[in-house]
């Protein structure tokens, strides 16, 4: 129940925030991505498209759930949006 509070305040905000947050958390995303391919020594050449983008929507949920685990305010100061 409280994930779905924080998901419907996130889709409550302006559009540019929107945009802002999921810009940041792509990013996020890619440089986790990134690590976890340094840390496996896989070569990313080896890997198709379709491998790398599932691997970047993994550590996509995996900080959404970070961010519902610590709270929405704190994720929006973090990332340097208004609530207001």
């Known amino acids: 129940m409280k994930d779905n509070i924080i998901l419907e305040k996130i889709k409550r905000l302006p559009q540019k925030s929107r945009e802002k947050f999921y810009l940041r958390l792509r990013e996020k995303a890619l440089l986790r991505t990134r690590a976890r391919l340094v840390e496996s020594?896989?070569?990313?050449?080896?890997?198709s498209d379709e491998e790398i983008e599932i691997i970047i929507a993994d550590e996509e949920d995996k900080l959404i759930g970070e961010y519902k685990s610590k709270g929405l305010i704190a994720l929006l100061a973090l990332l340097g949006i208004s609530w207001i």
Do not use: F, M
């Not at 020594?41 to 890997?47: A, G, Y």
């Open 41 to 47: 020594r896989v070569d990313i050449e080896t890997l």
